[in-house]
Nanobody
Framework: QVQLVESGGGLVQAGGSLRLSCAAA????????MGWYRQVSGEQRELVAQ???????DYADSVKGRFTISRDNAKKTVYLQMNSLKPEDTAVYYC???????????????WGQGTQVTVSS
């Protein structure tokens, strides 16, 4: 199994920055994709950004030019640098990893507990 530990959330004012971190731990063989999703109460969870093991990235249109995703494969950690934050970015942010472990066949999605990001106006 994979445990994802998130950090870096908090309260910031509009225009400010935050950097989220997510470290994966467990009997991991490989992590194909790591990403960040966010969810507002009553709404669907949506992809913010994701990055493959080879470095290919995808961003939601709403965050392009403001957010940057990166990963450190040696540390099994993914980061989300969030700049020029807007009140619309307020949500619970969840770390995701699509990973293979030594314990069972195939790859599976794993999720962190979520970290609150609140942007005030």
């Amino acid at each position: 199994q994979v445990q994802l530990v998130e950090s870096g959330g908090g309260l910031v004012q509009a225009g400010g920055s935050l950097r989220l971190s997510c470290a994966a731990a467990g009997r991991i063989v490989s992590i194909n994709t790591m990403g960040w999703y966010r969810q507002v109460s009553g709404e669907q969870r949506e992809l913010v950004a994701q990055i493959t093991s080879s470095g290919r990235v995808d961003y939601a249109d709403s965050v392009k030019g403001r957010f940057t995703i990166s990963r450190d494969n040696a540390k099994k950690t993914v980061y989300l640098q969030m700049n020029s934050l807007k009140p619309e970015d307020t949500a619970v942010y969840y770390c995701n990893a699509f990973a293979r472990t030594w314990d069972k066949a195939g790859s599976y999605d794993y999720w962190g507990q979520g970290t609150q990001v609140t942007v005030s106006s």
